[in-house]
């Protein structure tokens, strides 16, 4: 398998479906790596353990993590099933950005970001890196979120293991287009 394929299946098991593969999540999201790998290999997506390390290592976006004596593997965020991260809150940066795809923006204004079938609403620091994200579902736009002002109105945030920022719900009030991708 290629490092692209074992990750988007990581990400299915691991976020979304564990049943697909007879696996089960603890609370926290973690599973265990040799039973992992035990079903993955009777389902004939078969690695060793130095692929799986490598993989989670170097994912571009983190979405991976061990335990310390790492014996344990989860998803660092974007779930959509009920795990507890054991994330605290914490001040977000006075601004940061949403990318999504030209199509949803005109809900997004009206309707505010919602976290849809996930635990959270996922926010970047970098418009670049929101840039990606918008692009993956076809033409980007990027909305600014004003995430100091939320956090100063009493919203709480969350920065998971891969520095995605979190959080609940965006009211419209807190969007702006960011500058220089204008909407339709």
């Not at 170097?58 to 310390?68: G, L, Y």
């Not at 918008?134 to 002002?149: D, I, N």
């Amino acid at each position: 398998m290629k490092d692209k394929d074992i990750s988007k299946f990581l990400s299915l098991v691991l976020r979304h479906k564990p049943e697909a593969l007879g696996i089960v999540l603890d609370p926290e999201g973690w599973t265990n790596v040799e039973v992992l790998l035990q079903k993955m290999q009777a389902r004939g997506k078969g690695i060793t353990l130095e692929k799986l390390k490598e993989v989670v290592a170097t994912n571009d976006k983190q979405r991976f993590s061990f335990n310390q004596d790492q014996t344990l593997i989860r998803a660092s965020q974007g779930h959509s099933l009920a795990v507890d991260l054991k994330l605290q809150p914490l001040a977000p940066p006075p601004v940061l950005y949403h990318g999504t795809a030209q199509r949803f923006a005109a809900a997004i204004q009206q309707e505010g970001l919602k976290k849809q079938n996930r635990q959270y609403v996922h926010l970047s620091a970098e418009v670049e890196t929101a840039m990606k994200v918008g692009a993956r579902h076809g033409k980007p736009v990027v909305f600014l979120v004003e995430s100091g002002q939320m956090h100063q109105d009493g919203v709480d945030f969350f920065l998971s293991e891969n520095h995605v920022w979190l959080t609940h719900f965006v009211a419209p009030v807190y969007l702006k287009t960011h500058t220089g991708l204008a909407l339709p």
